[in-house]
């Protein structure tokens, strides 16, 4: 029972408004299983270790410029990604819809005395 | 030669998995090495190549082994039962289906998930290859009869491997792949169940190993043997939970997950009971090889239980999820308990690998002691690397993740040092009955 709760689609809040568009993020998605780019990033502490965690990427205060600088033009480990404009925004598009979703920021949880945690209300 | 491996096909799983083992060993220094030396191997695809190749070799060693060993054992016990040309479609579609993955790889072309990153195509033959496994072991193993636990650990970890197998492919329906978080949990789920299923075909293989070497046939039709098996599959059917703590769900799945992980306490004060029996035979039995492995087997139980946890509490795992802590657990798991487990089956089960062997030469207890050592210094250091990552994610100050990783590289170092001495040792230890089985076949 406990395992099919994961299958109710009421079992998952969305703790924002949905402000992004759906089909868009969802070809992102397959843009970034394609690119293998969650052996290096993470989403929720999912993915490899090599590179930062990217779930809340997209409002870093650097900016989307910066963002597409980096995938494009790659770093001291990240090679570079030739995406074409319309791939691209796809693949932003995932990395808003991740952002949307909540924060995978540890600082952001309240630690209980039982050793449970609970995300703070913002 | 062939005239052996048509009598005992069942070989060439073993045979197919220790070249999967020295496979997962080398690109793992290699992707290793890539923390130190960033423009390493781009030539060969860096690391987004080489990190799924190591992993992908990793899991099929444990599988091909575990399935091998299985049919191996099962052979003791029915001789006649084996069909063999079960056993080579099932190797045909396992050769079709990893050559396939590898051969995604080696193209770049990805398109699946988190440790299954190749095409999904490939996925078809690696299926039906378990397919095949799971009606081979209904052929041999009679329904009528009263089952020791390691027939029941067998039959589950095939079945929920390869119900699990399918659900890991759900992400292909655009509903179930929109919903991010859904999404998500499904896939801690399925890595933690598909986990649980491999763990119960080797855990079962380990109470055949016992029974084997006590001579003692109560011990996998006792009361105890059964209490631990259920508690193995309420945890491979539940205990995923606390991959998800940090996920935006509900706080009763948080809850239970976390209640879920500690009834583990109950394995470990198992353990702990057992622990001074265990070394009392061991100082008689250690010699014998098959045993040791055993025996280290169980020192990597214990350690990897309080380190799992441990982590298990939500307010400690949210200082090491997504660092190298989680990566330390499932090397402490996969090589010190798994891959030790399928060790001491290949010495006791694979024909004639130790006939020439009453006396094991001194280089191969080097190999053991060092693969034991090194484990344990990887081990360390990826627990070191992931704690400095931890109390980074927790500054107010951070500084920046590229020079947390040049603060890092002092335990990436000590993990490249470890991981290099682990694939010499490891190697020595797996291809030594491996060779032994091929001279002994010239001699035959």
Same mark, same amino acid.
């Given at each position: 029972?406990?395992?099919?709760?994961?299958?109710?689609?009421?079992? &998952?809040? %969305?703790?924002?408004?949905? &402000?992004?568009?759906?089909?868009?993020?969802?070809?992102?998605?397959? %843009?970034?299983?394609?690119?293998?780019?969650?052996t290096c990033h993470q989403i929720y502490g999912l993915g490899g270790y090599l590179g930062p965690d990217l779930t809340n990427i997209y409002s870093h205060p650097a900016g989307i410029n910066y963002l597409k600088g980096i995938i494009r033009g790659g770093s001291k480990q990240m090679p570079e990604f030739k995406f074409t404009d319309s791939e691209m925004d796809a693949l932003l598009e995932f990395l808003h819809s991740v952002d949307q979703s909540g924060t995978a920021d540890p600082r952001n949880f309240t630690l209980h005395p039982n050793g449970n945690i609970s995300p703070k209300v913002p | 030669m062939i005239r052996k491996i048509k009598k005992y096909p069942e070989a060439l799983f073993l045979i197919l998995a220790s070249l999967?083992?020295?496979?997962?060993? $080398?690109?793992?220094?290699?992707?290793?090495?890539?923390?130190?030396?960033?423009?390493?191997?781009?030539?060969?695809?860096?690391?987004?190549?080489?990190?799924?190749?190591?992993?992908?070799?990793?899991?099929?060693? %444990? @599988?091909?082994?575990?399935?091998?060993?299985?049919? $191996?054992?099962?052979?003791? *016990?029915?001789?006649?039962?084996? =069909?063999?040309?079960?056993i080579a479609l099932q190797i045909l579609l396992l050769l079709i289906g990893i050559f396939g993955v590898f051969y995604s790889y080696s193209i770049g072309d990805f398109g699946g998930r988190e440790y299954w990153e190749f095409n999904p195509i490939w996925a078809l033959p690696i299926g039906l290859a378990w397919c095949i496994h799971l009606l081979h072991f209904f052929t041999i193993v009679s329904v009528n009869q009263s089952w020791p636990v390691y027939y029941w650990m067998w039959m589950t970890g095939s079945v929920f491997f390869l119900f699990t197998f399918l659900e890991n492919y759900l992400w292909m329906i655009p509903e179930i792949r929109q919903d991010l978080i859904r999404d998500m949990t499904i896939q801690w789920k399925v890595n933690g169940s598909l986990v649980g299923s491999w763990?119960? @075909?080797?855990?079962? &293989?380990?109470?055949? $190993?016992?029974?084997?070497?006590?001579?003692?046939?109560?011990?996998?039709?006792?009361?105890?043997?059964?209490l631990l098996y259920f508690l193995g599959l309420f945890n491979l059917m539940f205990n995923w939970?606390?991959?998800?703590?940090?996920?935006?769900?509900?706080?009763?799945?948080?809850?239970?997950?976390? #209640? =879920?992980?500690?009834?583990?306490?109950?394995?470990? #004060?198992?353990?702990?009971?057992?622990?001074?029996?265990n070394i009392r035979s061991a100082k008689a039995q250690f010699p014998y090889f098959p045993y040791r492995f055993?025996? #280290?087997?169980?020192?990597?139980? !214990?350690?990897?239980? #309080?380190?799992? *946890? @441990?982590?298990?509490?939500?307010?400690l795992n949210l200082f090491t999820h997504g660092t190298h802590v989680t990566v330390a657990h499932a090397m402490g798991t996969t090589i010190g308990i798994n891959s030790?487990?399928?060790?001491?089956?290949?010495?006791?089960?694979?024909?004639?690998?130790?006939?020439?062997?009453?006396?094991?030469?001194?280089? @191969?207890r080097h190999s053991f002691w060092i693969a034991q050592g090194s484990l344990l210094v990887f081990w360390i250091s990826?627990?070191?690397?992931?704690?400095?990552?931890?109390?980074?994610?927790?500054?107010?100050?951070?500084? +920046? !993740?590229?020079?947390?990783?040049?603060? +890092?590289?002092?335990? !990436?170092?000590?993990?490249?040092?470890?991981? &290099?001495?682990?694939? $010499?040792?490891?190697s020595t230890l797996v291809y030594f009955p491996i060779l032994n089985y091929f001279k002994n076949s010239v001699k035959s």
């Open positions: 029972m406990y395992s099919a709760t994961i299958y109710q689609l009421d079992s &998952t809040p %969305i703790l924002k408004p949905i &402000t992004y568009k759906v089909e868009l993020a969802d070809q992102g998605k397959i %843009i970034w299983q394609q690119n293998n780019c969650s | 999967l083992l020295g496979m997962a060993l $080398l690109s793992g220094v290699m992707a290793g090495l890539i923390y130190l030396f960033p423009n390493l191997f781009q030539h060969l695809g860096g690391f987004k190549m080489l990190r799924p190749w190591h992993v992908s070799s990793a899991v099929f060693w %444990i @599988l091909t082994s575990a399935s091998g060993l299985m049919m $191996l054992a099962l052979r003791e *016990i029915h001789p006649t039962r084996t =069909v063999p040309g079960l763990n119960q @075909l080797i855990y079962g &293989t380990a109470f055949y $190993l016992m029974e084997k070497t006590s001579g003692n046939k109560e011990l996998a039709k006792s009361r105890l043997s059964f939970g606390h991959h998800i703590y940090t996920l935006p769900t509900e706080s009763y799945v948080r809850l239970i997950a976390y #209640a =879920v992980s500690m009834t583990e306490w109950i394995f470990l #004060a198992r353990i702990f009971y057992f622990w001074k029996q055993l025996m #280290a087997a169980d020192f990597w139980i !214990f350690l990897s239980m #309080a380190h799992a *946890i @441990l982590i298990s509490i939500p307010a030790m487990i399928i060790l001491s089956g290949i010495y006791q089960l694979l024909p004639e690998a130790n006939a020439s062997t009453q006396i094991y030469p001194s280089y @191969l990826l627990n070191g690397a992931g704690i400095t990552k931890g109390i980074w994610m927790h500054s107010h100050s951070q500084i +920046s !993740f590229s020079q947390l990783m040049t603060q +890092s590289m002092p335990w !990436f170092g000590a993990f490249v040092v470890s991981g &290099t001495l682990l694939l $010499l040792s490891l």
